[in-house]
């Protein structure tokens, strides 16, 4: 997994097929470094668009937990099976921080149910569920849009959906990509998805969408000026 920084001069990356550290690789001369304090216990690494806030999910205490780090290097953990009390609380994944670093969201699975997006405030609180969906449908992998009032996410069987950011609230299904962790365009324009072949640019009403070369990576994630993707 991979996601870029908000001052876009650093990607951060983790090697799903090895036993390294988290590191992040400098986009001026391509140099990798060991990102302070991650172990190899931590995946799926996220930044802010906005705020240097970082999130990701750990195995650091046994059990899966989503932790982040704010701007002043403080650590902490955002979510864990604690916030869901008498439930199976089998695996937290897929953190994404809010553009303006204040919540995060995160996808849950629950026993042997399918997984769930829910989101939480870094000031603490209880997290809600952020859609109201069935169990016959898995949420995976998803990303905020550039002012925070909605969600892009992908899912099975459903695909590429849009969801207001409140909590409990009904998706809009616009595109049938369900094989990629979608990027949102700083300018708002575009959600970047994969069919599993080719990648694509997705407009968040679902009524353009743009095929790009292609190229074969697990990840892309726009720039600062949304004019390129990494």
Same mark, same amino acid.
């Given at each position: ?6 001052? *876009? ?27 302070? &304090? ?32 704010? #701007? ?34 995160? #996808?849950?699975?629950? &026993?042997?149910?399918? *997984?769930?997006?829910?989101?939480? *405030? ?100 726009? *720039? ?7």
């Amino acid at each position: 997994s991979s996601d870029l920084d908000p001052d *876009s001069v650093r990607i951060a990356y983790v090697d799903l097929f090895s036993e390294t550290t988290p590191v992040t690789i400098s986009l001026d001369n391509g140099a990798a470094r060991d990102m302070p &304090g991650q172990t190899r216990a931590d995946s799926a690494l996220s930044w802010a668009a906005r705020k240097n806030v970082l999130a990701w999910a750990s195995r650091r205490n046994g059990p899966w937990e989503v932790w982040a780090r704010t #701007a002043d290097g403080t650590e902490r953990v955002v979510a864990s099976a604690a916030d869901f009390p008498g439930e199976d609380t089998t695996l937290l994944m897929s953190p994404a921080p809010s553009p303006d670093g204040t919540r995060v969201a995160f #996808a849950r699975v629950s &026993g042997h149910a399918s *997984s769930k997006f829910w989101v939480i *405030s870094f000031a603490g609180g209880r997290p809600v569920r952020l859609t109201n969906t069935g169990q016959e449908e898995n949420e995976t992998a998803g990303c905020w849009s550039p002012d925070g009032t909605q969600f892009a996410y992908t899912s099975r069987p459903a695909g590429l959906s849009v969801v207001g950011t409140g909590g409990q609230a009904s998706p809009v299904r616009i595109a049938a990509y369900s094989e990629s962790m979608p990027d949102w365009s700083p300018d708002g324009k575009w959600i970047a998805a994969s069919d599993g072949e080719y990648w694509l640019l997705v407009s968040p009403d679902g009524r353009r969408t743009i095929a790009l070369p292609k190229i074969h990576t697990a990840v892309l994630a726009f *720039s600062k000026d949304s004019r390129r993707v990494y």
